[in-house]
């Protein structure tokens, strides 16, 4: 983790930073499962950001203005969102095209959120598939 990552992930409150390092893990364990190469990880917007070839990019972030809640973010120009919110509505709190927010207070649904990020990390190579097509 390069130190400008590291200096982001430290200035969350503790509790919030847990759980943010647990996603980012898990992102690099999907990427690794899936032989999907080299992990992009850069500050997009002030946000921890993931990205691999052929995959779309993956943001993860906490707001002092939703405080109980870490979100993940997919690039809302995909269908990404849409898809998880028809396979996983009933597991998952989704927003607008682009978010997936999880409460802090909770254990993360692992295998929705597994699901998720693993769709958007080989994005380009299924995004012609039902449910993700343009």
């Given amino acids: 983790m390069n130190s400008s990552i590291q200096s982001t992930f430290d200035a969350y409150p503790t509790h919030v930073m847990d759980k943010l390092v647990e996603l980012r893990g898990?992102?690099?364990d999907i990427a690794k499962e899936n032989a999907l190469g080299d992990i992009e990880e850069s500050l997009k917007?002030?946000?921890?950001?993931?990205?691999?070839?052929?995959g779309s990019p993956i943001r993860i972030d906490w707001s002092s203005k939703r405080p109980n809640h870490v979100s993940i973010y997919f690039h809302c120009q995909t269908k990404l969102?849409?898809?998880f919110r028809e396979l996983f509505s009933d597991a998952l709190e989704l927003h607008g095209?682009?978010?997936?927010s999880l409460q802090l207070?909770?254990?993360l649904p692992l295998n929705e959120i597994h699901q998720c990020l693993e769709l958007a990390l080989t994005y380009k190579s299924i995004k012609h598939l039902p449910l993700l097509g343009k």
């Fill in 26 to 28: 898990l992102i690099f």
């Fill in 45 to 54: 917007w002030g946000q921890p950001s993931y990205h691999v070839n052929g």
């Fill in 81 to 83: 969102v849409d898809t």
């Fill in 97 to 100: 095209n682009r978010e997936i």
């Fill in 105 to 107: 207070d909770t254990p």
